[in-house]
C-alpha cells in the first residue's frame, strides 16, 4: 500500500444541490448553539429557505450542463446527475419550500406545531413548565434540512450503497420530525416509533436485496450490474438470474416501502395522522418524489439489462403492486372520518398511480412520473397547511389542536370561503379533474402505461379514480353544502373533556363501522362538543397555500412549459 | 372593398352597448338607455358607409369575406370567425339596424315606466348583435352562434316581465320550441361536416352548386330537410309554429322588432342563403313550398278569429313569413322576391305593431279588440300610419306589398304540372284571406262605435303618444308606402340581389299577368269589403259570439297546442317518467350497491389497519410473500 491515499477528483459543482442543503443543515446545528434563543426561530427559517432555494438555484444552473452531456458523476458514480435525477431534484427542492413554510407558521394561536421541548414526557409538570416558559424546538428545521438533503441524494447515486446511506439519512430525520407533535403527544410518539420499527424492516429488506444483488453482480454499481446482466460470464454467480430476481425484488420493498405502496404501505395511514401535519405534508410531498425518483433510478437502469423472462417477472410484481396500491388506497379511503388519514389513504392511491407509469421503463413514463410527483406534491402540501388552519376551540375560547374529524368540517365554506376554494381545488387536483394539474398528471401516467401495453392497467387506474373522486367531492360536499355541526346541534356538554386529549388514542382504532355517510352522521354528533375555527395564518402558510393553489392551477391551464420541462428530465440513464 | 375591416364592428358595437349596460347596473338605470339607442344607430352608420361602398363597385365585385381569425382548428375541422359582406347580408344590417333604432327609438318611450328599462335595453342591443352575426356569419357554425344568440335574446325579452308567470312560461315555450329548431340546425351541421368536411359557405354552397359530387341524394335531402326544420323553428313554420302567439307577452317593442320584422325572418334567411344546397335536393326543395303554403293559410285563418289585436299581428307574421317560405322553396325565381318582401314586411309589419303598442299605450295596455272601436278620431296620427302598414300588408297598389307579394303570386304560378296551381291559388287565396283579417283589426279598432268604458275609475282616456314614438311609426308609415315601389324601380332590388342569389331567366305563369293581379285585387276587395260590413257598419259584439266549428278552432289556434301536447307533451312526459323510474330503480340501485359494497370491502380492508406493529410487518412480509408467488406462477408466461 505505497500508493497511499489517492484523493479522488471531485467535481463540486456536481454535488452542490445535495452539499448546499446538507452544510446548511450543519450550520443549523451550530446555530442550535450559539444563536441566542430569541433570535434562533427566525435564523433558522431564514437559513432553511436560503438553503432550499439554494440548491434550487444549483439544480437549475447545472441543467443546460447535464441536458447537453446527459449525465454528471463523481467517484465512479457514487454521485451520478442524469437529466431525470437532476428533474426529481427540482422537484424536492421546489415543494420543500412551501414545506417548510407551512412548518414554520405559528398562526393566530401563536403556537407553532412542534413541542415546545421534544424530550419531555407528555402530560408531566415539565411538559406545562416549558410551554409557559415560551420554549420552542428549533431543531426542526436543521432536522427538515438534513432529511431533504437525503431526498436530493436518493435518486442521484448508481451505487447502490450509497442509496442506501441516502435512505437512511432522509428517515432518520423524518423517524425524529414525527415525534414532535405540539398536540396529542402519545399519538405522534407512537407514530414515529412505528415508523422507525417498520422502516427498519423495510431498510433490512433492501440491505438483504442489496446483498443479493452484490452476490449476483459482485458489483454494487446499476451501471455494471446491467453489464453483467447482458454478460453473465463477467461474474462468477452471473449465470443465476433467480438471485438477482430476489434481490431487485427486496431492493423494490426498502424503495416501495418508503413510496407507499401496497402492500407496504401499512404504516402510512398511522404515521401520517400522528406526525405534526406540517410535517406530514413535507413528508408526503417530498419523500415520495424522492422514493419515485430512486424507484425509477434503479429499475429503469436495471430494465436495460434484463432478458424477456426477468423484465416479465419485474413487470409482474409491479403490476401486483399497482393494483394493490390503488385498490387499497382508494377503497379504504372510501371510508375514512378523518381528514389527515383519508389524506393519507389519498396518497396511497397516488403511489399506486405513479407504479402505474412505471411498467414501460420508459421516457415516456419517466417524463409522467415527474410531472405526476409536482402536480401531486403541490397539492399535498397545500391541503395538509389547510388542514393546520382548522382547529378546535373550547369553551373558553381557547385554540386547540387540529379538527381532522371529517364531520367537524361540515360548513366549513361559510367560515372560510378562500380557505374551502383552495382546498377544494387542491381535492380536485388530486381527483383528477380537468384544468387541474391532477389531470394531466394522471393522464400522463396511464398514457405511459397504455403505451408500454398494460392498458388494463390504465383501465383499472381510471376505475380507481372514479372511486376516489368519490371520497374527494365528498369533503367538497360536506364543506359546501352540509351547515356546519355547531349550528345544528346546540352544545350539549359545555363540561366535556376537550377531545383533543391525546391520552385516548394510544392506539388509533378506526372507529365505528356501517357506511360513509352512516359513520358522518355518528361523528357529527360527537363533535358536538367543541366548536371548529379557523385560525389566521402568520403569513407563511397562507403563503404557501397561495403558492400551491397557484401552481396547481397554472400547471394546470398552461402546461405547457411544465411539460416541456419535464421531458427534458425523461432521460434516466447515461 | 375598402370599408370591409369595420365589418367586425357591425357586431362590436351593439354588443359593447350590452356589455355596458349589464356590467354597470344600476349605475346606469338613469341614462342607459340612450346607451342603447346610441349603439343601434352608431352600428347604423357603420352599415350606411359599407353599403355606400358596396354600391360605388361593379356588382361581381360586391361579394366580399372579412376574416378575423381562426376560430376552431380541430383536427380536420378548421373554422374561421369570418363575415360575408355581400348584398344579401347588407340588406338585412340596413333592415336589422334601421328598423332596430327606430324601435330603440319608440322604446325610450314606451318603456319608461318600466323600472328595468336598462336591462331591456341591454337585451335589444343584445339581440342586434346576435342578429347581426347571423346574417354576417360566412359559415353555419358561427351562423348557429348569433342564431342561438337570437334565440337568447327572445327568451329573455319574451319574459321580460317575468313576475307574471305567464309571460315566464310563454318564454319558456319558445325557447323550448326553437331548442327543437337549433337541433335540426345542429344535425344538418353535421351532415354537412361528414359530407363536404367543411361548415363554411364557400365549401358547402360551392359544392352543392355543382350538384354535390360525392354526396347521395339521400344526404342531400337530409341536409335539406334539417335547414328547413331549423328555419321552421326560428321563423314559427308549421308544424313548430305554436310559439310565436305566445311570445306577444313580451313588450310590444320587441315583437315589432324581434317577432315580426327581424328574428323570425331569420329562417328565410338561412333557407335563400342555402339556396343551392335546397336545389340539390329538389324532394326537399318541394317541402319548403308546402310548408310555406300551409303556414301562410294557417296563420291566415288563425288571424280571422283573434280579438287580441297583438295575437292577430302574431299571425298575420305566420302567414307573411308563409309566402317568403313559399318563395324560397320555389327556386332563384323565388329567391329575391322571397327577401324583397321580407324587407318590405320588416317595415309594414314592424309599423302596424308599433302602432298596436300605441294603441294599447292609449287603452291602458289593453289588447282586445272587441273593447277598441272608434280610435280614428281620438289617435289620428296612430290611425294614418296603421292605415298605411295596412293599405301595405293589403298589397292595394301603390303601396310596398302589392309589388312584394304579387310577385311572389306571379312566381307561385309559375312552373310545371300540379305545382302552380295548387301553391298559386293557395297564395291567391291566402291574399284574400289578409285582406279579410287586416282589415277587421284595422275596422275594430279605429272605426265603428266606441266600446270601452268612458267613465270609472279604470276607464282609459285615449290619447295620441309622446313624439319620441310617434315619429318611429311615421318613418315606418312611409316605408310601408314607398319602399315597394323604391326597390321595384326598374327590377333594382333583384338585380341588386343578383350577386347572390344568381340571375334567372324570365318564366312566364301558367296564367297572364294581367289576370293574376286582377284576380289577387278582387279578392283583397272583396275580403275588405266582408270586413267592412261586419266590423265597420255593424255592431260588434264585446264577448266572441258564438260561432261555428271552423271558428272556434281557429280561436285556439286550430288546436296546435292540443296537438303539440298529445303528440309530443305528454308521450315525452311518459317517457322521462319512465326513464326516472328505471334510473332509480336500476342505474342507482346498481350504482349504490357497488358503492356499498365498496363500503364493505373498505371497512373490511380497515379492520386489517389495527395499529399493531407486529401485524403490520407480518402484512409486510406477507404481501412480499404473495407477489413472489405471483412472480413465480406468472413466471415465464409474462414477457
Redesign the interface.
Known sequence: MNDGFIAPEIDWAVVAPVLVVLGAGVLGVLVEAFVPARARRVTQILLTLAALAGSLVAVVLLWPRVLRDGFAFIVDGTYLLTPFTLGVQAVVAVLAIPGVLVIADRTSSGEDAFAPTAAAVPGTAYEDAARQAGLQQTEIYPLVLFATGGMLLFPATDNLIVLFIALEVLSLPLYVLCATARRRRLLSQEAA??YF??GS??SA?MLFGIALVYGFAGTVSLETVVLVLQHPELSPLGTMPGLV?TGV?LVL?GLL?KVGA???H??T??VYQGAPTPVTGFMAACTKAAAVGALVRVLFTLAAGFD??L???I???LW??AI?TML?GT?????QTDVKRLLAYSSIAHAGFLVVGLVGFSELGARAVVFYLLAYGLATIGAFAVVTLVREQDASGVVLGEATRLAQWAGLGRKAPWLTAAFALFLLSMAGIPLTAGFLAKFGVFQAAVDAGAWPLAVLGVLASA?AV?FYVRVIVLMVLTPPADERAAPEAAGAAAPGAAGAAV????GG????AGVVTAARTAVARATVVVVGSRGPAALAIALCALGVLLVGLLPASVLDLAGEAAKFRP | MQTLALAPWLVATPSLGAAILLLAGRRTDRWGHWVGVLASAATFVVGLVMLLDMFGMAPEERVAHHTVGTWVDAGALHVDLGFQIDPLSMTFVMLVTFVGTLIHVYSVAYMSHDLDRRRFFAYLNLFVAAMLLLVLADSYLVLFVGWEGVGLASFLLIGFWDHERVNAVAGKKAFVMNRVGDMGLLVAMMLMLATFGAVDFETVIGASAQGAPGASQAVMIAIGLMLLLAACGKSAQFPLQAWLGDAMAGPTPVSALIHAATMVTAGVYLLVRSGPVLEAAPDAQLVVAIVGAVTLLFGAIVGCAKDDIKKTLAASTMSQIGYMMLAAGLGPVGYAFAIFHLITHGFFKAGLFLGAGSVMHAMGDTVDMRRFGGLARLLPVTTITMGLGWLAILGVPPFSGFYSKDKIIEAAFMGEGWRPWVFGFAALLGAGITAYYMSRLFFMTFAGRRRWASDGPDAPHPHEAPALMVWPMIVLAVGSAGLGFALNVGDGFVHWLEPVVGHTEHHEPVLPVWLLIALTLVLVVLGAALAFRQYAMSAVPTTPPHAHALVRAARVDLHQDDVNEALVMRPGQYLTRALVYSDRTAVDAGWLGLAGGIGRFGDRLRRLQSGYVRQYAAQTLGGLAVIAVVVWLLSGQVG
Not at chain 1, 392506539?507 to 378506526?510: I, K, L
Open positions: 416509533f412505528k420499527l417498520l424492516f423495510a429488506l430476481l425484488l420493498v416501502f401496497a402492500p407496504f401499512t404504516w395511514p398511522d424477456d423472462a423484465r416479465g417477472d413487470v409482474v410484481a401486483v403492486v394493490l387499497v377503497v379504504a379511503g372510501a371510508v372511486v368519490f392506539r388509533p382504532v378506526e363501522g356501517g357506511t360513509a
